[in-house]
Structures are given as C-alpha cells and as structure tokens.
C-alpha cells in the first residue's frame, strides 16, 4: 500500500514556484521519501530523495519536516514542461530492493 | 547513450493470444522491474528481479511470467490467463544499493481486443 497522501490535482503559473506537499504521518525511521513524475504516457522519471534533512538538486528541492510526518517538493521556476503527475513515495532503506509503492500522485498543471 | 528500451511502443493483440513485451538495459544494473499502470492509476508491480536467473512475484503477478537469463534483458509475458491485460506496462531497473534510484523505460501500451 501506498503509506503516502497527495492533493490530487494542483496548478501553478509558469515562472511561479510549485509546492507540491505529501503527507507520510506513518514513515519509519529506516524509510526515505522519495519523488517521482511522470508526464503524460511517459516513464516515470526520478527527481529525489532524502531522509530527514531538506535536499536540493538542479531539478528541485525536498523540504522534510522536523518530525518527518509530512515534506513538500518545490521546483523553484516552474515551466511548461513541469506538467506531470507528481508521486511521493517512502522507501524502507535498509533493503537494496528499491520496490516502490505508486499511489495516484498529484497532477501539477503549469499554465502560461 | 545509457538506457532502458522497450518495444513496441503500441501492442495490439487478440484475446486469448499469449504476448511477450520486451525490456532491455544497458546500465549494468542488476535489478530490474515490471509494473503495471492503469488509466489514472498508479504504477503497480507485477514482478522484480534482483539477479540474473532469479525473480519473484510482486502484488499482481497473476497471468504474468518473466525470464531473467540476461542482466540486460528481462522480458514480460502477458498470457491469457490475464483477465484484463489491457493497460500500460513499464520496465525499470536499479542498481542494488540502499539508497538505488529507479530508471524506466518509456512503455508499452498493450491493448486486447
């Protein structure tokens, strides 16, 4: 089962930060948070995950709360081809299995 | 250039008719996976693999089989024993480390009729 819950849908004006929040109020102490996208009929692509500390890289930055209940994931500038389907998924990271649980994720629309 | 193919992009086949989907990688990973993806669904493992000549049943592995007798290659057969095989499927691989990050291939879109 997907441990997390995501907004279904959000929209945001290109150029205009996109907070997209995710709410893991079960998360174990051995899972990472994980996000993926997915554009329209398209693979799923990675763009990353952390444990406890706020993590950024060139395609965003992920923002975990102190108590690690809940994260959001900003991408700073958005574009037109930031829309997609946003997943946040937790991961148990003591196996080197990288199974992924896939609930139904939140579809970003960026709009000119 | 790295990467995971699979083909055919668009499959259509008959019902009752056994399908294999094709998923090749040259990452040199050695975890590969197959999920399944319905319309406004998340994406919902079918089967995984963690080393050549091994695999094992994710959560909707009915009507589905794999082969693993390549690190490069990991093909899904859809057989008729699928009650609805209609769908989109994704092949992705990893490589095997804690914190592994995922890649997949662009899909197949299988439709039976």
């Known amino acids: 089962d997907a441990k997390t819950t995501q907004p279904p849908s959000m929209d945001c004006a290109e150029g205009r930060a996109a907070n997209l929040p995710c709410n893991h109020s079960t998360i174990s102490g051995n899972e990472y948070v994980y996000w993926y996208r997915q554009i329209h009929s398209q693979g799923p692509q990675y763009i990353i995950h952390?444990?406890?500390n706020n993590e950024t890289n060139e395609m965003a930055s992920l923002i975990i709360t102190e108590d690690r209940k809940s994260s959001t994931l900003i991408l700073p500038h958005a574009t037109l081809r930031d829309t997609a389907v946003y997943y946040c998924i937790v991961r148990v990271v003591s196996s080197t299995l990288g199974r992924l649980y896939f609930g139904r994720g939140t579809q970003l629309t960026v709009w000119p | 250039d790295g990467g995971i193919t699979q083909s055919p992009k668009y499959l259509f086949r008959k019902e009752g008719q056994n399908v294999t989907l094709s998923c090749e990688q040259n990452l040199n990973h050695d975890a590969m996976y197959w999920y399944r993806q319905d319309p406004g669904q998340g994406l919902r493992l079918i089967y995984y693999s963690q080393i050549v000549n091994d695999f094992q049943k994710g959560d909707i592995a009915e009507g589905y089989s794999v082969s693993r007798e390549k690190k490069e290659s990991f093909p899904l057969t859809v057989t008729s024993a699928q009650k609805n095989p209609t769908a989109f499927y994704l092949c992705?691989?990893?490589?095997?480390?804690?914190?592994?990050?995922?890649?997949f291939g662009p899909g197949t879109r299988l439709t039976v009729l």
């Open positions: 952390g444990l406890k």
């Open positions: 992705a691989s990893s490589k095997q480390t804690r914190d592994n990050e995922q890649f």
